[in-house]
């Protein structure tokens, strides 16, 4: 460890120096643009995130690939004729018209090519997303050897570039996220029954294709919006993992859309942030790792659909229905075989080590069979369909019925009331 | 009452189109080149309850779909009440195949009902009180109100089915268009929903049905449109419901032990 302190007390300078820039950044103290860069990227992130729930809610979430690589021809063609002009060209107002009207063009085209040819929508977003991309970067190549000086930085709309973000370019960035999120709260009960229900929708008359026009429509403002952050080739990931994210954590698709607003909005602000806390991280791509970072704690903890939650649920069911097997077993007199059972068993108290029952193991036992035979009559009972779903062989039926529903249930096995517990 | 011929030359008592709750005139529908609709006139009776028979793809679910706009025709003419059918949608309820959506959504089975609603709730609308207690007594009518709060991934198929009559339920209509809806459901709920239809016709509504199970037609319906691509017959189950227009709808296509059940049924 010869020379080791030096080296060391470096580092632990530069981790409290790191430390000190993240916490500024996190409370915007980092400078004007740092939090410009931050209230864009937030609000960017809220409405990225509640657009692109209704279009992972429509199954059309690449279509989103497809508008955004569509943008970069209208930003160079944008460019070069306000350069034309005679006026400055890196005017963002501008490029972002010119990225919208190109956009709708290659959704249009999309569109067109879904409903009017046999191509698949797949294939249709292949075509239209690598022919528009192809020719925005020849487009791109033109410009950059038109003269040095008028080299604008288009590229930046690439994977964003927020380093000479001006208070003009936040305010535009600002505005579009409220007006898009403001029309899709405006228009969410359409888009849900359109996206869980299509032809329902049609048959009362909805509009589906103006509707799902619309969306894509608020899709292609959203990534236009977008395109000075995180830049045309990865708004994707803030239209698509907000919502996978949301999903694990609930079954209502209007919480779903809140909570995609939220990992979005926080992954924005955070993702600028800790680009701000130190040089050279590029704020787009810091974005989109940190919304990534909360779909992958999702993905593992997330009661219910998370991965983890799953594994923990099999276990324990399959640890219950040996319990109910061996239960059924005793009651019935008949031999276990399996060693799980029996391990099981044991360690709960219920058999001793050679497999005779406890005297706890027979009640349990003789309650196991009579809750069998109970289930066995709300099965066959419309009346108690709602519980009768619930059945999996192993809830005890107190969960699911009164005592009086019981009692009610015993009264048609016949014999005894009372069972011990 | 006008005489119309079919195409057999069958001669049928058709009420005139401006009292039908459906009338259908030359609706041919074609995916590609191959027709799945032919110049079909079809005149549905008002307060009666109508199935829709034929053989698969026989342009059934067609039919009804381009009936309601939602799919394109290629020629043809629909009338709601006499009426064009776009004046008339809020007096139609659809109950697509339960197969056409994807269950995995995330939505809670009062939320599906409370879509038949939108009318009521527009785009805006809070929903209230009474907009939750219709949509939970149109749940306790198809006998699912102990779901309400579930995620419809949890239902079974015939479960699922009675969610979707719940939602038609919810919109109070007069033509009620359901497409297949006893199609892999067990008794119990083919039982609640043949109850509701029929209490729908009670109340003066007309209902038709996409139909599959020859065996349960005579039971069920009043009336019957039988087509395939082409249309049959149509008209009362007793006359137009009979071996003959069956043997013209179905062609060589019956398996032998329907034909026997039907012999019986029939008589």
Known sequence: MAGGWPRRRWTSWRACWAEAMLRDALLLQLGYNATLVAIGATLLGISAGVTGTFLFLRKRALVSDAISHATLPGVCIAFMVMVSLGGDGRNLAGLLAGSALSAWVGLLCLNWLTRNTRLAEDAAIGSVLSVFFGFGIVLLTVIQTMGAGRQAGLEGFLLGSTAGMLWADALVIALGGACTLALILLIRRPMTMVAFDPEYAAARGLPVYRIDLAMMGLVMAVTVVGLKIVGLILIVALLIIPPVTARFWSERSDRVVMLSGLVGGLAGYLGAAISASAPNLPTGPIIVLVAFGFFAVSLLVAPGRGVLAAVLRHLRFQRRVHLRQGLLALAQGQPIYERLTVRLLHRAGLVRADGVATESGRARAAKALRDEKRWEIVRADQAHEAAAALYDGLRDIETVLTRDQIDEIDRRIGGPQEVPA | ?267
């Open chain 2, 1 to 267: 009452m006008i005489e119309l011929a079919t195409h057999d030359g069958v001669k049928i008592d058709l009420p005139d189109i401006d009292s039908s709750p459906l009338a259908v005139r030359g609706l041919t529908v074609s995916y590609g080149q191959k027709p799945a609709v032919f110049s079909v006139d079809m005149t549905v009776q008002p307060g009666a309850m109508t199935a829709i028979i034929g053989p698969n793809g026989a342009g059934k679910s067609t039919l009804l779909k381009a009936a309601l706009g939602i799919v394109k025709p290629l020629s043809g003419q629909v009338t709601v009440f006499g009426r064009p059918l776009d004046s008339q949608r809020s007096r139609i309820a659809y109950v697509p195949q339960r197969a056409s959506v994807d269950w995995d959504f995330p939505t809670r089975v009062l939320d599906v009902v409370l879509m038949g609603l939108y009318r009521e709730l527009g785009l805006l609308r809070r929903v209230r009180a009474r907009h939750l207690a219709r949509a939970m007594d149109c749940l306790a009518r198809v006998g699912m109100h102990d779901f309400a709060d579930r995620q419809i991934g949890q239902l079974s198929g015939g479960q699922q089915q009675r969610v979707f009559l719940a939602r038609a339920l919810a919109q109070d209509a007069d033509l009620y268009l359901l497409d297949e809806p006893f199609a892999g459901v067990d008794a119990a709920t083919e039982k609640a929903i043949i109850t509701v239809l029929k209490s729908l016709k009670a109340a003066g509504k007309t209902v038709v049905v996409v139909h599959h199970d020859l065996a349960t037609v005579t039971d069920y319906f009043d009336h019957v449109f039988l087509i395939n691509t082409r249309p049959v017959a149509e008209g009362p189950v007793a006359e137009a419901f009979t071996a003959d227009t069956l043997q013209a709808t179905y062609g060589g296509r019956l398996a032998t032990a329907q034909v026997d059940q039907l012999a019986r049924v029939l008589g």
